[in-house]
Every structure is written in C-alpha cells, then in structure tokens.
C-alpha cells in the first residue's frame, strides 16, 4: 500500500459538553477523533478554522493560520500532517480544506471508510478461523 493513502482513524470515547456553546462542541469533536490532546489549544484552534472555512466553501493556508495564532508555520504544518493522516483534511496546494464541504459530510466519509476497512479485516479474519 502506497504510504500517501494511510490513514489512522482513532476514536476516543469522552464526554459531550453539557453547554451548546460552538468552541466546546468543535473541541469536542476534535478531541473525540484524537486530533487532539485536552490541553492541546493549537490543535482545536486550528481545527476550528478548517471548519469554519469550509463553511464558507472555502479552505485556509497554513500561513493565513500562523498569522492568526502566532504561532510557527512548522508547528501548523505540523497539526495539518497529522489531520491529513487522520483522514479529516485534504491538501490542494497550499490549501488545506476539510475532506468533504462539510464537517458531518467529512465524518460521513471516515464512518464510511472505517466501515470498509473493519469488513476487510473481518473477511480476513474468517480466512484465519477457517485455516485454524
């Protein structure tokens, strides 16, 4: 399998927040996919812009985020990397978006893709019972 294709999907059972307020809930979202650690602000501020871009159908620059966090461009690139890896943003030049127009179609999208990797590992897994 070519190495640009791999994807880790991870899914952390937390807690939803009690609050409907609109950074908690993105927070949690991002927290709850593992973008994220508890503490990591970086990493939900950014996710937080990938998602309000798109809905504006547009996408954001690594540098449009640096200069709105200041922070380092490495360390933004560097949470993107791991949002690509995780399936959740795509890269189209120097343009990161979230995979699909929207957050739920995005999540859509990995629901879909998880559901096909655990049946090719189940299919896997017979083979095994069978040849046991």
């Not at 540098?63 to 795509?90: C, M, P, W």
Request: proline share 2%; hydrophobic share 40%; aromatic share 6%.
């Amino acid at each position: 399998m070519d190495k640009r294709y791999r994807k880790r999907i991870l899914i952390i059972e937390i807690e939803q927040p009690e609050e409907e307020k609109l950074d908690k809930e993105i927070n949690w979202v991002c927290y709850s996919l593992g973008l994220a650690d508890k503490g990591d602000k970086l990493a939900t501020a950014i996710f937080r812009e990938l998602v309000l871009a798109a809905k504006n159908k547009e996408g954001v620059s690594s540098r449009e985020i640096t200069d709105k966090e200041g922070v380092t461009q490495g360390a933004v690139v560097y949470h993107l990397n791991n949002f690509i890896r995780s399936g959740v943003v795509v890269r189209r030049g120097r343009t990161y978006f979230l995979r699909a127009p929207t957050l739920d179609r995005t999540l859509e999208e990995i629901e879909h893709d998880m559901v096909r990797r655990v049946r090719m590992i189940r299919k896997m897994a017979r083979l095994i019972d069978d040849n046991l």
